[in-house]
């Protein structure tokens, strides 16, 4: 099975910033979309962003729109997250996640992708 490693988590201060990546390892891979979800304690794996290959297009959640921005090599099939203005609530596993299948009305439910990682620590301080 492909492989998704995430990295860059940690603990930092609220207002300061990380930047997560995730790069695919093992069989070639070629993905339609990969994104990020989050999962705080107690509470449900959440949408974060994602990018889709072709275009390039990005989405975004409400909560994260203009301070975190999603990028992605399609040749290596490696996404990152730059998260900028980080705050408490912004703690949470994240997960990264990729799409294998081709086009998808929706990019925000854990059934639209066929890969996962095993996911990063974001512990945000006030």
């Known amino acids: 099975q492909v492989q998704l490693v995430e990295s860059g988590g940690g603990l930092v201060q609220a207002g300061g910033s990380l930047r997560l990546s995730c790069a695919a390892s093992?069989?070639?891979?070629?993905?339609?979309?990969m994104g990020w979800f989050r999962q705080a304690p107690g509470k449900e794996r959440e949408f974060v962003s994602a990018i889709t290959w072709s275009g390039a297009s990005t989405y975004y959640a409400g909560s994260v729109k203009g301070r975190f921005t999603i990028s992605g090599d399609n040749a290596k099939n490696t996404v990152y997250l730059q998260m900028n203005s980080l705050r408490p609530g912004d703690t949470a596993i994240y997960y990264c996640?990729?799409?294998?299948?081709?086009?998808?009305?929706?990019?925000?439910?854990?059934?639209?992708?066929?890969?996962w990682g095993q996911g990063t620590q974001v512990t945000v301080s006030s």
């Open positions: 093992g069989r070639t891979f070629s993905s339609y979309a």
């Open positions: 996640a990729a799409r294998e299948r081709g086009y998808s009305g929706s990019l925000v439910q854990r059934s639209d992708y066929d890969y």
